[in-house]
């Protein structure tokens, strides 16, 4: 159905339900959103609209997977339907995020929330949503007795994870409806508070949220510390690292992430001489 209607982008399908983004011309991602609006399997399906200037993927992948989102919990995994923490609008969240006795957690990856996040959220420094529950252990004490909200990008990730902070014991569990993306667009709250730009898995990288005075950038170019929210690829295709770099710096270190990525691409250029010789 994606391809007839000239559709591109990366969606997950699972029983516990589908999980995706799609770009196209507006007649075609209008006719995408009737068309699982009518169908009894996604029925009342929530839909994020974002305008784009073109195609933001390269091409249309459709997965098949055990589970939408996973928390590596194998067996003793469960699905959000059976248990879930309870949903704040934008401007429930706003309002709850000045309380006291409040903690706040991204449940987004490292390189997610170095681009932007809440002022004054905790961010574990994780790579994978699985390592989630890890971190968790380790910082129950801070998390004890506290009103826990959590947020994530689309708020999807939040379904299963605030469940999971359940299952563990913890008592008063929030999570973000609709998660960063639903906030920014929320006329109401503007996306006050949130610092930087918000992380998004296609061209774009990053979207803006913060639409008040406070907006600014949080992340910083690795070569020059400077302030810099320019995602870039490493130069060097064994590392392909992203990272932080500035317009300046990169023309500078050629978009090497490090000097040893730099030198290691030297060598390797070195030798490829060596054999066409
Ligand atoms: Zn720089
Ligand atoms: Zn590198």
Redesign the pocket.
């Known amino acids: 159905m994606c391809e007839r209607l000239g559709l591109r982008g990366r969606i997950l399908i699972a029983a516990e339900g589908i999980n995706g983004t799609v770009s196209g011309p507006c007649a075609a991602t209008e006719d995408y959103m009737r068309i699982l609006g009518d169908d009894a399997r996604t029925q009342g399906m929530e839909f994020k609209v974002d305008e784009a200037e073109g195609h933001a993927f390269p091409r249309m992948n459709v997965r098949l997977r055990e589970e939408v989102v996973t928390l590596g919990l194998a067996e003793e995994d469960f699905s959000p339907a059976e248990l879930t923490g309870e949903h704040l609008s934008p401007v429930q969240w706003r309002e709850m995020m000045d309380q006291k006795d409040v903690v706040m957690i991204d449940a987004r990856n490292d390189y997610e929330w170095e681009l932007g996040h809440f002022e004054g959220a905790l961010l574990p420094p994780v790579q994978n949503f699985r390592e989630l529950p890890e971190w968790v252990e380790l910082h129950r004490d801070e998390l004890e007795g506290k009103k826990i909200l959590t947020y994530c990008t689309g708020g999807i990730r939040c379904e299963k994870f605030s469940g999971f902070l359940l299952r563990e014991g913890f008592k008063d569990v929030f999570q973000l409806d609709g998660g960063i993306v639903s906030y920014g667009k929320d006329p109401a709250v503007r996306g006050e508070k949130f610092a930087g730009k918000c992380y998004v898995f296609d061209e774009r990288i990053g979207v803006e949220v913060n639409r008040t005075e406070g907006a600014m950038v949080v992340s910083h170019c690795v070569h020059c510390g400077e302030p810099c929210d320019r995602y870039v690829n ?3 295709s064994s ?3 992203q ?1 932080f770099c500035c317009e300046l710096c990169e023309q500078e270190v050629m978009r ?3 000097r ?2 730099g030198e290691a691409a030297l060598v390797s250029l070195a030798a490829e001489a060596n054999e066409s010789d």
């Open positions: 490493c130069g060097w590392c392909n690292g990272h090497y992430c490090s040893a990525c």
